[in-house]
């Protein structure tokens, strides 16, 4: 790891080792699973399911993932067992480690809107890139070529912009696509209620990759630690930055091994 890193993260984890209590929230895609054309197929990286798996069986850290995905696939993804507490479509949904499952209701107007928007991809004939959240729809170019994939933007940006007017939905980029979704519920919605759950002794990191993970570095602001983790650096709010797989490996590695030696 490299001197700079040591500096920041060698004084947090002694913190983290004499914690009261500890979360460890994360990003899934790009943060703990490399991006890949099949969304389906994104597994972890090797090696972090093993490392997630030891931490949770500790059961002295509370496990957060925070995800754009819908939470049935976070799920699947991880396969992960015991489970830990899963936000999805970037906090609408939520999954408690004890399987109890929460949606926040939308109301009818934005919901016809939000079918709207999948009808408009289809007519544009990109069904096989749509993604369907129950707060949102996106649109995936990632393996496309940039010509592509910029034709696909330019498609989606005019199908979707006249659906956002007088409306609660917003389009928001991500790495690799467009998303159409309802505003009023963000990452850091769900790192300010994983929060308020807790006291004023906790310690806590959140790990992140793209722009959507910015709200969650703003909420945890002089509450945590922000870690960037993507392979090329980019403007964040985030404290540190990570290349995985292999500094994300020993960051969960260290985190692992200080909670082993927890009084």
Same mark, same amino acid.
């Given at each position: 790891?490299?001197?700079s890193l040591?500096e920041?993260?060698?004084?947090?984890?002694?913190?983290?080792?004499?914690a009261?209590?500890?979360?460890?929230m994360?990003?899934?895609d790009?943060t703990l699973?490399?991006?890949?054309?099949?969304?389906?197929?994104?597994?972890?990286y090797?090696?972090?399911?093993?490392?997630?798996?030891?931490?949770?069986?500790l059961?002295?850290?509370?496990?957060?993932v925070?995800s754009?995905?819908?939470?049935?696939?976070?799920?699947r993804?991880l396969?992960?067992?015991?489970?830990p507490?899963i936000?999805?479509s970037?906090?609408?949904?939520?999954?408690?480690?004890?399987?109890?499952?929460?949606?926040?209701?939308?109301?009818?107007?934005?919901?016809?809107?939000?079918?709207e928007g999948?009808?408009?991809?289809?007519?544009?004939?990109?069904?096989?890139?749509?993604e369907?959240?129950p707060a949102?729809?996106?649109? *995936?170019?990632r393996?496309?070529?940039?010509?592509?994939?910029?034709?696909?933007?330019?498609?989606?940006?005019?199908?979707?912009?006249?659906?956002?007017?007088?409306?609660?939905l917003?389009i928001?980029?991500f790495?690799?696509?467009?998303?159409l979704?309802?505003?009023?519920? *963000?990452?850091?919605?769900?790192?300010?209620?994983?929060?308020?759950?807790?006291?004023?002794?906790?310690?806590?990191?959140y790990?992140g990759?793209d722009?959507?993970?910015?709200?969650?570095?703003?909420?945890?602001?002089?509450r945590?630690?922000?870690?960037?983790?993507?392979?090329d650096?980019?403007?964040?709010?985030?404290?540190?930055?990570?290349r995985?797989p292999?500094?994300?490996?020993?960051?969960?590695?260290?985190?692992?091994?200080?909670?082993?030696?927890?009084?």
């Open positions: 790891m490299q001197d040591r920041v993260l060698t004084p947090f984890f002694s913190r983290l080792r004499v009261a209590r500890r979360i460890l994360l990003d899934y790009g699973a490399p991006f890949t054309p099949d969304r389906l197929r994104a597994f972890p090797p090696g972090v399911r093993e490392l997630l798996q030891d931490i949770l069986s059961r002295n850290t509370r496990v957060a925070i754009g995905r819908a939470v049935d696939e976070v799920s993804l396969n992960l067992s015991p489970k507490e936000w999805g970037h906090g609408w949904e939520h999954l408690t480690t004890e399987g109890v499952y929460s949606l926040w209701p939308l109301d009818g107007p934005v919901e016809n809107r939000l079918l999948k009808r408009r991809l289809d007519e544009l004939g990109l069904a096989d890139r749509r369907d959240k949102s729809v996106a649109v *995936h170019w393996g496309a070529s940039s010509e592509e994939a910029g034709a696909i933007r330019e498609q989606a940006m005019a199908a979707w912009q006249p659906l956002t007017l007088g409306s609660s917003e928001h980029p790495d690799g696509g467009l998303e979704r309802v505003q009023g519920r *963000h990452k850091g919605f769900a790192v300010d209620a994983i929060l308020s759950d807790e006291q004023t002794e906790t310690v806590a990191a790990l990759d722009l959507t993970d910015e709200d969650a570095f703003r909420a945890l602001s002089g945590g630690l922000r870690v960037l983790v993507r392979s650096y980019r403007a964040t709010e985030a404290d540190v930055w990570l995985p292999r500094e994300l490996l020993e960051f969960l590695e260290n985190w692992r091994d200080v909670c082993r030696a927890a009084p």
